[in-house]
């Protein structure tokens, strides 16, 4: 009996340790098919994390934008270079002074010298020095940074991450392909050399490597016909008027962390709050138009009350080109000429971080994109990364992050992807959106939504500016470009070559300076602004700019300085499901109606409008108003 009871015993046990080896087998199996990083986070000895006992350096991050490894493709040697040549060709015009580029071209990985910055001594072109090693990738290293707080300190972990499916956050999360290792990006900020000064086409309103974006796999066809077909989930529409009730909601019921401890800056908010509320009625005001506005009286008093007491700081840290070297042409201009212009300023910037009202992290979405997205990924976890590094970092060596968990600071971004880049560790920012979806995380009340402005020309972005006299406007309505998303493709379904006094097309012929588009904007009532892949459009500033009354077509789109501008007072809103009565819809507005909407789109325009040297009620000002005005609303005392 024993001896039965002894094997018994022997055999359950070798099923057992069969069964532990099988799980084991099966757990490595797993880290090494969903790892990408593990070579990257791996070292010598095996270990695969790393513990320094100092504060994240600013180096890493400045590694990531400098450092490539490039292998060469005809010896299979890693070449190693220091660009330091440039070229005598850029005409001065298209520099508009220290540390900024215009809109670049896409160049091959063997044109390395274009990587250009300017030198802000002297505004000769000089170049950032692209260190191109055989010593392995501080790209990888850098994507795998975590910075873990604790009560004892900044405990920053080298670590080993599972790229599962739900972290591709693209253009489209229903179309992604299969997960992909992530490889930093070899090819340098494009075409930063040999720079024009004039952008040729509305045609090119996203990268080329984005247009294409969704890939073969797509099931979106060219033109959609019934939702039924696409895997596209219809969303739930919200419209301009539920967007006013969350606004008012959001100044009744929303407020931001209360701080960890208290400061004189609060106070300063509160009692501002308490002025803009109480703000003295107005009717008549220079350079103001009362039916614009939601309420004149307090956009008047809170804009005076900006001049009188905002301070802004600008954070240093982080390197070009990601941070402080922004574009200044083409459809992104908007996070740009922001950039340029608060740090530059005298005004409200404040060296004293203690004064400060609000925190600027200044970094540009598109260049994050030139700089690390890999083409053909269709994964920009690694751009997220590199932000939330950034951010730790910030919150590492300042301790005014943490004071409000993030909730004074602000940033300024206009690429499509800045949404789902920055809804993680920078959720509670003041986020400044060109892509402004109340769908894709949009907080009404506490984000701006930011004008996209087409800026072709950077020495003078407001030449061509105005159109024909409203009884020489002879088109009914205009639109033309891309078949970016599913919108545009329903439009011209039913509307292009279907009637003549609905001028909609697809791509227009290149001309120069985009003469036939630009004409064709300046010389029609009301310029179609459709949406792309996303929510927002230039064409809606364009359409200010030209003195078109604008159509917005745009289901959740939250419009620009939504939370002083009465856009129903000068501009069209159709929903997406209402393209087939387009006409009938416009047609339907009285003459009388569309005359007071075109005078008023030329009263709002100076809103709209950039200029090298800031203007009282500009763009610049207008941006930085909305991020005061919704600190304001949304601070709390301690």
């Given at each position: 009996?024993?001896?039965?009871?002894?094997?018994?015993?022997?055999?359950?046990?070798?099923?057992?340790?069969?069964?532990?080896?099988?799980?084991?087998?099966?757990?490595?199996?797993?880290?090494?098919?969903?790892?990408?990083?593990?070579?990257?986070?791996?070292?010598?000895?095996?270990?695969?994390?790393?513990?320094?006992?100092?504060?994240?350096?600013?180096?890493?991050?400045?590694?990531?934008?400098?450092?490539?490894?490039?292998?060469?493709?005809?010896?299979?040697?890693?070449?190693?270079?220091?660009?330091?040549?440039?070229?005598?060709?850029?005409?001065?015009?298209?520099?508009?002074?220290?540390?900024?580029?215009?809109?670049?071209?896409?160049?091959?990985?063997?044109?390395?010298?274009?990587?250009?910055?300017?030198?802000?001594?002297?505004?000769?072109?000089?170049?950032?020095?692209?260190?191109?090693?055989?010593?392995?990738?501080?790209?990888?290293?850098?994507?795998?940074?975590?910075?873990?707080?604790?009560?004892?300190?900044?405990?920053?972990?080298?670590?080993?991450?599972?790229?599962?499916?739900?972290?591709?956050?693209?253009?489209?999360?229903?179309?992604?392909?299969?997960?992909?290792?992530?490889?930093?990006?070899?090819?340098?900020?494009?075409?930063?050399?040999?720079?024009?000064?004039?952008?040729?086409?509305?045609?090119?309103?996203?990268?080329?490597?984005?247009?294409?974006?969704?890939?073969?796999?797509?099931?979106?066809?060219?033109?959609?016909?019934?939702?039924?077909?696409?895997?596209?989930?219809?969303?739930?529409?919200?419209?301009?008027?539920?967007?006013?009730?969350?606004?008012?909601?959001?100044?009744?019921?929303?407020?931001?962390?209360?701080?960890?401890?208290?400061?004189?800056?609060?106070?300063?908010?509160?009692?501002?709050?308490?002025?803009?509320?109480?703000?003295?009625?107005?009717?008549?005001?220079?350079n103001l138009y009362a039916p614009l506005y939601r309420n004149l009286s307090m956009f008047k008093r809170s804009?005076?009350?900006?001049?009188?007491?905002?301070?802004?700081y600008v954070y240093r840290e982080g390197s070009k080109p990601i941070m402080h070297l922004p574009y200044l042409?083409?459809?992104?201009?908007?996070?740009?000429?922001?950039?340029?212009?608060?740090?530059?300023?005298?005004?409200?910037?404040?060296?004293?971080?203690?004064?400060?009202?609000?925190?600027?992290?200044?970094?540009?979405?598109?260049?994050?994109?030139e700089t690390l997205y890999v083409p053909d990924s269709h994964n920009n976890r690694n751009l997220r990364k590199?932000?939330?590094?950034?951010?730790?970092?910030?919150?590492?060596?300042?301790?005014?992050?943490?004071?409000?968990?993030?909730?004074?600071?602000?940033?300024?971004?206009?690429?499509?992807?800045?949404?789902?880049?920055?809804?993680?560790?920078?959720?509670?920012?003041?986020?400044?959106?060109?892509?402004?979806?109340?769908?894709?995380?949009?907080?009404?009340?506490?984000?701006?939504?930011?004008?996209?402005?087409?800026?072709?020309?950077?020495?003078?972005?407001?030449?061509?500016?105005?159109?024909?006299?409203?009884?020489?406007?002879?088109?009914?309505?205009?639109?033309?470009?891309?078949?970016?998303?599913?919108?545009?493709?329903?439009?011209?379904?039913?509307?292009?070559?279907?009637?003549?006094?609905?001028?909609?097309?697809?791509?227009?012929?290149?001309?120069?300076?985009?003469?036939?588009?630009?004409?064709?904007?300046?010389?029609?009532?009301?310029?179609?602004?459709?949406?792309?892949?996303?929510?927002?459009?230039?064409?809606?500033?364009?359409?200010?700019?030209?003195?078109?009354?604008?159509?917005?077509?745009?289901?959740?789109?939250?419009?620009?300085?939504?939370?002083?501008?009465?856009?129903?007072?000068?501009?069209?809103?159709?929903?997406?499901?209402?393209?087939?009565?387009?006409?009938?819809?416009?047609?339907?507005?009285?003459?009388?109606?569309?005359?007071?909407?075109?005078?008023?789109?030329?009263?709002?325009?100076?809103?709209?409008?950039?200029?090298?040297?800031?203007?009282?009620?500009?763009?610049?000002?207008?941006?930085?108003?909305?991020?005061?005005?919704?600190?304001?609303?949304?601070?709390?005392?301690?």
């Open positions: 009996m024993g001896q039965a009871f002894f094997s018994i015993f022997q055999l359950e046990t070798k099923r057992l340790l069969w069964l532990i080896g099988i799980t084991f087998a099966v757990f490595l199996l797993f880290q090494y098919s969903e790892l990408p990083y593990l070579a990257a986070t791996t070292t010598s000895s095996g270990s695969s994390r790393f513990h320094p006992a100092d504060p994240p350096s600013e180096s890493i991050l400045n590694n990531v934008t400098t450092d490539f490894d490039i292998a060469n493709s005809t010896n299979g040697h890693v070449l190693e270079r220091i660009v330091n040549s440039t070229s005598s060709s850029i005409e001065k015009d298209n520099v508009l002074g220290a540390g900024f580029v215009l809109e670049p071209k896409k160049v091959s990985i063997s044109n390395t010298s274009s990587l250009v910055g300017f030198d802000e001594s002297d505004e000769n072109p000089v170049v950032e020095n692209v260190r191109i090693s055989d010593n392995g990738s501080a790209i990888e290293q850098a994507e795998n940074l975590e910075l873990k707080s604790s009560n004892n300190g900044m405990d920053m972990n080298f670590t080993r991450e599972v790229n599962t499916s739900s972290e591709l956050e693209h253009k489209s999360d229903t179309y992604l392909s299969p997960p992909v290792e992530m490889k930093p990006n070899i090819t340098p900020p494009q075409g930063l050399l040999n720079i024009s000064n004039e952008i040729d086409s509305e045609n090119d309103e996203r990268p080329k490597d984005e247009v294409n974006v969704l890939g073969k796999n797509s099931s979106i066809s060219s033109m959609p016909k019934e939702n039924k077909d696409s895997r596209i989930a219809v969303p739930k529409v919200t419209s301009i008027s539920e967007m006013n009730e969350l606004l008012l909601k959001s100044r009744v019921s929303y407020r931001s962390m209360r701080p960890r401890w208290s400061s004189s800056v609060d106070n300063e908010l509160l009692k501002v709050r308490s002025e803009i509320e109480n703000a003295p009625i107005v009717e008549n005001v220079d804009y005076e009350l900006m001049e009188e007491t905002l301070k802004v042409l083409g459809i992104y201009a908007s996070e740009g000429w922001f950039m340029r212009q608060m740090e530059g300023n005298k005004r409200f910037v404040t060296k004293d971080p203690k004064k400060a009202h609000l925190f600027y992290l200044p970094f540009s979405s598109r260049m994050l994109e590199y932000l939330n590094g950034y951010v730790d970092l910030i919150a590492a060596k300042h301790p005014f992050w943490n004071r409000t968990g993030g909730a004074d600071h602000f940033l300024v971004a206009c690429h499509d992807w800045a949404p789902t880049e920055t809804r993680q560790n920078m959720a509670k920012c003041i986020r400044a959106l060109c892509n402004s979806d109340v769908k894709e995380g949009f907080v009404i009340g506490k984000d701006v939504s930011l004008p996209e402005t087409y800026v072709r020309n950077a020495q003078k972005p407001t030449r061509d500016i105005g159109g024909r006299p409203v009884s020489k406007r002879k088109t009914l309505a205009f639109f033309a470009g891309g078949m970016h998303g599913y919108v545009r493709p329903i439009l011209l379904q039913h509307w292009e070559n279907k009637d003549p006094d609905m001028k909609i097309f697809g791509i227009l012929p290149k001309s120069k300076g985009n003469r036939n588009y630009i004409q064709y904007m300046k010389s029609s009532k009301y310029c179609i602004c459709a949406k792309g892949y996303e929510v927002n459009s230039p064409r809606v500033v364009e359409a200010i700019f030209y003195e078109c009354v604008p159509v917005i077509i745009s289901d959740n789109f939250v419009p620009p300085f939504f939370e002083v501008l009465n856009w129903e007072s000068f501009a069209v809103i159709v929903l997406e499901k209402d393209i087939p009565n387009l006409k009938s819809i416009l047609l339907s507005i009285p003459q009388k109606r569309y005359l007071q909407m075109q005078m008023r789109v030329k009263k709002v325009q100076q809103h709209f409008l950039w200029h090298r040297s800031p203007e009282k009620y500009d763009m610049f000002h207008m941006i930085l108003h909305s991020i005061w005005f919704n600190r304001v609303f949304t601070t709390r005392a301690r």
